[in-house]
């Protein structure tokens, strides 16, 4: 179940990241012995803002869908938002992969020794790597054959067909994974079935799946999530690019981009896969239609980014890996103890992290099927 985005929410989610950057800095910048209260300080005030963003979160007011009573487009709209950057998600991932180097900074503070100087080195290089692959959250979020799309739409043609957006499906696909007898493979698999609105056309019901591209996939599988609860029953144009042989053709799996224009004026990124696009495509089911560089849609504004258990379980391991620093910051263990107290902590950290925002994805507008590879049938 998906919460609205609230102003107290986003700001005291925003004060969090700020006060734990504070203790971030102090730690890198001032390397002495003694009491370290002014990473404590706000490391305190970071663990305060969390909690209340945990439970402004969980008490602001639950997604509900939109009403379909938008008249239908008879204007394809030219400029399609592309999905907006996460840039909370882009905080949080750049403050946990520095959380390790934080932690030996503080624990191996002013000692000279080479355990200690070895111990900040080797996480100052894993927060440096861990770094650069972060830098994919920057990148578009949408993939190349998306932005032809987008391309394509601004350039006045796309192909397009009228269709209602329907049920959103989990899908588990069960496989023999070819290790042995008995050993069977399960993947998850999100799509929404958008069925034409002339039914007596004959022509399938389309399958708008998530992107599988880099770290794409848990943003559109995000992406799809908050569609799901809001759009069903809308009516509007599905659309792929003009170029759409460039893509399949270019594809080992044949999948073209494709977006759902809602009639409420919102834009639904996905692929189609070659059994769902091939009638409207080839068979020319789906004709060319101009668009206006005058009209736009955006994605619908993303909701809160709180999930019910699963936030609270990683703030709280996040929170047992700051109590472990406290020893040490108030430098009343020994130096050995403080070392080993500095690599759990960040290591708690990293895990809280790393496994916050990917884990998992919301369930609740979904319909679970299951479909079975053919030899298990």
């Known amino acids: 179940m998906q919460h609205r985005s609230t102003t107290l929410a986003d700001a005291l989610g925003t004060a969090a990241l700020l006060s734990a950057a504070a203790a971030w800095g102090a730690a890198s910048i001032r390397n002495d ?24 979160s969980r008490s602001a007011p639950v997604v509900e869908p939109l009403p379909a009573t938008a008249p239908a487009r008879e204007t394809i709209p030219g400029h399609l938002g592309a999905v907006r ?3 909370g998600l882009v905080a949080t991932a750049y ?10 900074c503080a624990a191996n503070e002013g000692r000279g020794s080479l355990l200690g100087a070895l111990y900040v080195v080797v996480t100052f ?19 190349r054959s998306q932005r032809m799309l987008k391309e394509d739409a601004a350039a006045g043609r796309v192909h397009a067909v009228r269709v209602l957006f329907g049920t959103p499906v989990r899908e588990a696909y069960r496989y023999p994974t070819g290790k042995g007898v008995g050993q069977i493979g399960v993947t998850s698999r999100y799509f929404i079935e958008l069925v034409p609105e002339d039914e ?7 399958r708008l799946r998530t992107t599988h591209v880099g770290h794409s996939v848990v943003v559109s599988e995000k992406h799809l999530t908050h569609a799901a609860a809001q759009l069903r029953g809308h ?12 893509i399949a053709g270019t594809d080992k799996e044949r999948k073209v981009s494709a977006a759902f224009v809602s009639d409420s004026g919102h834009v639904v990124w996905g692929v189609t896969h070659e059994e769902d696009h091939a009638g409207y495509l080839r068979g020319g089911a789906a004709p060319v239609h101009e668009t206006d560089a005058a009209l736009g849609v955006a994605p619908l504004p993303r909701p809160s980014r709180y999930f019910a258990k699963v936030h609270g379980w990683h703030l709280g391991v996040a929170a047992v890996g700051a109590l472990l620093a406290v020893p040490f910051l108030l430098d009343v263990v020994p130096y050995w103890a403080a070392l080993l107290l500095g690599v759990v902590s960040g290591a708690l950290g990293v895990f809280a992290g ?10 609740e507008p979904w319909s679970a099927r299951e479909r079975l590879h053919p030899s298990l049938r």
Do not use: E, K, N
């Open 354 to 363: 790393m496994t916050l925002d990917g884990a998992g994805v919301d369930q």
């Open 95 to 104: 403050l946990t992969v520095w959380a390790p180097y934080v932690a030996a």
């Open 125 to 143: 290089v894993f927060g440096a790597g861990l770094s650069l692959c972060c830098l994919s959250l920057l990148q578009s979020c949408l993939d």
């Open 235 to 246: 009516g509007g144009w599905l659309c792929w690019p003009t170029r759409w042989r460039d």
């Open 200 to 206: 007596t056309a004959g022509q399938p019901v389309v």
């Open 85 to 87: 950057h996460d840039w």
């Open 33 to 56: 012995t003694g009491p370290r209260l002014d990473i404590l300080v706000p490391l305190a005030l970071a663990a305060l803002f969390a909690l209340g963003w945990l439970l402004a």
